[in-house]
């Protein structure tokens, strides 16, 4: 069936981790009629809730990859991505929301707007995805939606307006009252699927007239004859409501909040009808992509079906059948039996098997059209690439990935378990761009690298379930880096005679630090001292020696290497000469050039009760961490500071056993500096020991 | 410059010269104004002299987040370092705000018990030796006497100067008192008072000095400087 393109919703579920966004989703699947039953995330029938389709997710109880799935909520189509909430799996919070167009952010009634919430919400914004906002667990002991409210404008700088009120709070929560519609709306029956629309009951009456006041109000800023109606006190059409919160949702200048109770099936059916009627068409926003025969000219794309097509691959799984690839149609069409390129490696394919996806469930169709998301089977590619018709040569814009922070080791424990291991690893490495995989030439170890310890644990687990890989892990390593402090200058000649042509060649100039890049080539050689062929052969030996430093091997970064003079032999210069001579140059003014060692810090954000206020500071202290800031609202305090990564080892123990459970923390990377000395002097020593004991 | 040189020159030891060696620990200063006259950036301007000397400061405020006061500490450092030439400002930075906390609570929760507890917690438990604490923004048209007490006994107990701010919005337009009347019962808490004031025949914001431990107090001819945000000679 084709969908037209005004009826269509591709829409995430964001939010901190335990705010209840999968529970919603559970709920959204089962009114939408996609599910027949409802199950908990971490319910006691053992099912678990349909979203989290991976088999760690239901044990964990949350979730770790997205999952799509497509639903019908009266006349629209919606597709939804469920996002993970921790910050170890920001890349796939972020590949989802490339591909949205508009979004719920849910908030917890009780811990309200969170560390994770204002992560996930700079992400909204720096992808302008509108949002919804849903105030759930309105049933929770503490439940405060107002305050929540408040936070939203205060914390995250929203505009946020009530578009429904709680009748009753915690374990008086019984339905909400529709600021639009003037009506109470209760959800009886067992999964709350019989919705009764009353009158609003004379104990509300106040409070409702006080909170739609306050919404017009807002409203009247995007709408001329609303405003007008409202200034007079005359009645506003429900209309002009609704489109008035729909102009400003799309411009996101305006965040509808809704309340409600997922778990209690209480306030869902409402937050769909506000998804349907707030949230934009893939018409109504702007997607742009770059031309690659013009130098990487923008060019927005056209929403429309008889245009040729531009699609992404935004996340592959590996399922029983193969390869699935998600794709979000941007331009044109995606037809069975077409054929694409793949924009990254130029090959074209042909589209067999099209599907549309519920949850683990899936629907063969023929045609997904402009704006839609579908997946497709057995296509060879890796996550965010872009395909598109032979008529084009455009590439959507390079997804945000940010440098991995944290290395692990990992061995088979047998033959078998190497050959899944390696099929795992080159699955993992093409769903998600954080995670990466070498072999140390020196250790011959196979490392893994990623965000986050939990990261790279939930990656070793998945090899294990998925694909029967046991692995030994060993300690996870900092990703240190090298660089120099001062600037340094160097001559180095390169000789050597072996009979027959020898090799010669001679560099001078200076290295220094830089901030701009980690590694900048100059070439300042005036009157040919040494051959233009070989200034390439310069920076090429230069690139070699940035890569591993001597003080404890890793990587140099922060060096401007300028080359100023030099001489060449007619017969015996050479690339090769050239590129070791500036190799050993930087290896012999290593030490002048006063390298220090560098660390990863990392933003850190802990969330508990104030009774364990103390504790936490404690806690970040003795892990030569800086608290920057601490909130305090009363109930909960959250810390921000500023942590070595190599100190964060085993935190999340930590944090639960000394706050009873009740405390939580997210992590992500901040900045590169400089390790206190007698830290240094530790790294260098383990260096060296490693060194010897490889050597013996 | 070099740090030792940017201390030394400081306008801030004019204030120290005028109230014989500032506030002193377990002391109690307060700088009262109207609301946007420029506390904060007084308040940020002697924390960061403070810093600059290799001290820690806490700095309290009651918004919904701190990022704002931050954001001033920054202004100013960026503002100090550029008008005096800072060597290797940046390192100097980082070292300094290393000894920075500001600690905010939510305006509802930010009883004067509260605070104290939230302070405690930080400097004991998580080990930060703080030798000044601002309060920015007290509700003292609310505090009682024996809540200022609580909060000396603190400064003495844990060694610390403590500062506060106090906004005049209550005062109304009436010819400006030497010690604004919500202060009037505190006084006796206070060490060192300052107003800060606009003054209309130069147009320009002077700090004046109300109280100064048991002396009379001078004129320190200091301005705060509405361009640059920084306290500076007249």
Redesign the interface.
């Known amino acids: 069936m084709k969908v037209p393109v005004e009826k269509m919703r591709n829409i995430g579920i964001s939010a901190h981790i335990d705010s209840g966004k999968t529970t919603l989703t559970e709920r959204i699947l089962f009114y939408c009629g996609r599910i027949h039953a409802i199950h908990e995330v971490k319910g006691k029938d053992g099912v678990g809730a349909t979203m989290d389709s991976m088999e760690l997710e239901r044990e964990r109880g949350i979730t770790i990859q997205s999952a799509a799935t497509s639903v019908q909520w009266n006349d629209k189509f919606i597709n939804i991505i469920d996002t993970p909430g921790h910050v170890d799996f920001t890349i796939e919070v972020e590949r989802s929301l490339r591909v949205l167009d508009g979004a719920i952010l849910v908030l917890c009634s009780v811990a309200g707007v969170q560390s994770q919430s204002i992560t996930v919400d700079r992400q909204m914004k720096r992808y302008d995805v509108p949002r919804l906002a849903f105030i759930n667990k309105c049933d929770r002991t503490g439940a405060n939606p107002f305050r929540v409210r408040e936070q939203l404008k205060e914390k995250l700088g929203h505009n946020a307006v009530f578009v429904t009120l709680p009748i009753g709070l915690e374990d008086k929560f019984n339905g909400v009252i529709d600021l639009v519609n003037s009506q109470a709306v209760y959800f009886e029956g067992e999964d709350g699927t019989d919705i009764k629309r009353l009158p609003i009951p004379a104990e509300y009456q106040a409070q409702y007239e006080e909170y739609r006041t306050i919404m017009l109000d807002e409203l009247s800023n995007f709408n001329d004859d609303l405003m007008e109606l409202h200034m007079e006190g005359k009645e506003v059409p429900v209309n002009l409501i609704k489109a008035a919160i729909r102009k400003g949702t799309i411009s996101r200048e305006l965040t509808a909040v809704f309340t409600g109770s997922a778990y209690k099936n209480k306030g869902v059916q409402v937050l769909l009808d506000g998804v349907n009627d707030y949230l934009p068409a893939p018409t109504e926003k702007a997607n742009w992509a770059l031309d690659q025969s013009k130098n990487e000219e923008r060019v927005q794309l056209e929403c429309a079906d008889d245009k040729p097509t531009v699609a992404l691959a935004f996340k592959l799984d590996d399922g029983q059948y193969g390869q699935l690839t998600y794709v979000r149609v941007y331009q044109g069409e995606v037809k069975k039996g077409q054929e694409l390129r793949n924009m990254r490696t130029q090959k074209r394919f042909k589209i067999g098997r099209l599907i549309k996806m519920h949850s683990n469930h899936m629907e063969d169709i023929d045609y997904a059209g402009a704006g839609d998301i579908a997946a497709l089977f057995g296509i060879e590619c890796a996550s965010g690439d872009t395909f598109c018709d032979d008529k084009l040569d455009l590439t959507m814009t390079s997804m945000f990935v940010p440098a991995a922070v944290i290395s692990l080791s990992i061995e088979p424990v047998d033959k078998k378990s190497g050959d899944n291991m390696a099929k795992a690893l080159n699955r993992f490495t093409k769903e998600d761009p954080t995670f990466r995989t070498f072999v140390d030439p020196e250790s011959n170890q196979t490392i893994i690298q990623g965000m986050g310890e939990l990261h790279l644990e939930v990656y070793v687990e998945r090899m294990k379930r998925e694909y029967k890989a046991e692995v030994k892990t060993g300690m996870p390593q900092v990703a240190y880096r090298e660089a120099i402090s001062e600037k340094a200058e160097f001559t180095y000649v390169h000789k050597k005679q072996t009979g027959g042509s020898g090799q010669y060649a001679k560099i001078g100039g200076y290295f220094e630090p830089t901030t701009e890049n980690d590694y900048e080539f100059v070439n300042m050689v005036k009157g040919g001292a040494i051959p233009n062929e070989f200034i390439p052969s310069c920076d090429k030996g230069f690139k070699e020696a940035v890569k591993k430093g001597t003080l404890i091997g890793f990587p140099v970064v922060g060096v401007r290497a300028v080359v100023n003079d030099g001489a060449s032999h007619a017969v015996d210069s050479s690339d090769m000469a050239f590129s070791t001579a500036a190799l050993m140059a930087f290896r012999e003014t290593y030490q002048k050039a006063k390298p220090i060692i560098l660390e990863p810090i990392m933003k850190v954000a802990v969330e508990g009760p104030t009774e364990f206020q103390g504790n936490i500071f404690g806690s970040i202290n003795q892990r030569r961490g800086v608290i920057v800031s601490s909130t305090e609202d009363g109930q909960f305090c959250s810390v921000i500071a500023e942590v070595p990564l190599s100190e964060m080892f085993g935190y999340s123990t930590v944090l639960r056993s000394m706050s009873q459970g009740k405390a939580e923390f997210t992590m992500e990377f901040e900045k590169y500096v400089k390790v206190p000395e007698s830290v240094s002097i530790q790294l260098k020593k383990d260096y060296e020991e490693k060194r010897k004991a490889q050597n013996k | 410059m070099v740090k030792a040189q940017l201390i030394k020159q400081s306008p801030l030891r004019i204030l120290d010269a005028s109230t014989h060696g500032g506030v002193g620990v377990g002391n109690i200063g307060v700088l009262a104004a109207r609301h946007g006259l420029g506390k904060t950036s007084t308040l940020v301007h002697m924390a960061t002299d403070k810093l600059l000397q290799g001290k820690h400061v806490i700095h309290v405020t009651f918004?919904?987040?701190?990022?704002h006061?931050?954001e001033y500490y920054e202004e100013i450092f960026a503002e100090i370092s550029k008008l005096k030439g800072l060597a290797g400002a940046m390192q100097v930075h980082?070292e300094i705000?290393?000894n920075r906390?500001?600690?905010?609570?939510?305006p509802?929760?930010g009883t004067p018990s509260?605070v104290l507890e939230?302070l405690?917690?930080?400097i004991?438990?998580?080990?930060?030796p703080a030798d000044l604490v601002i309060v920015d923004e007290f509700d003292f048209f609310h505090a009682k006497r024996e809540d200022l007490k609580q909060f000396r006994d603190f400064a003495n107990f844990e060694a610390l100067e403590l500062w506060f701010s106090v906004s005049l919005e209550q005062e109304g337009d009436s010819a400006p008192q030497p010690v604004p009347h919500v202060l009037e019962k505190h006084l006796a808490q206070i060490d060192v008072l300052i107003n800060l004031r606009h003054h209309k025949d130069d147009g320009k914001v002077h700090l004046e000095l109300v109280k100064d431990h048991g002396n009379t107090p001078t004129d320190m001819h200091l301005i705060l400087d509405t361009k640059t945000l920084l306290i500076s000679q007249e």
């Open positions: 918004a919904q987040k701190p990022d006061t931050i980082d705000m290393h906390t500001v600690m905010n609570f939510e509802k929760f509260h939230g405690r917690a930080r004991e438990a998580g080990g930060f």
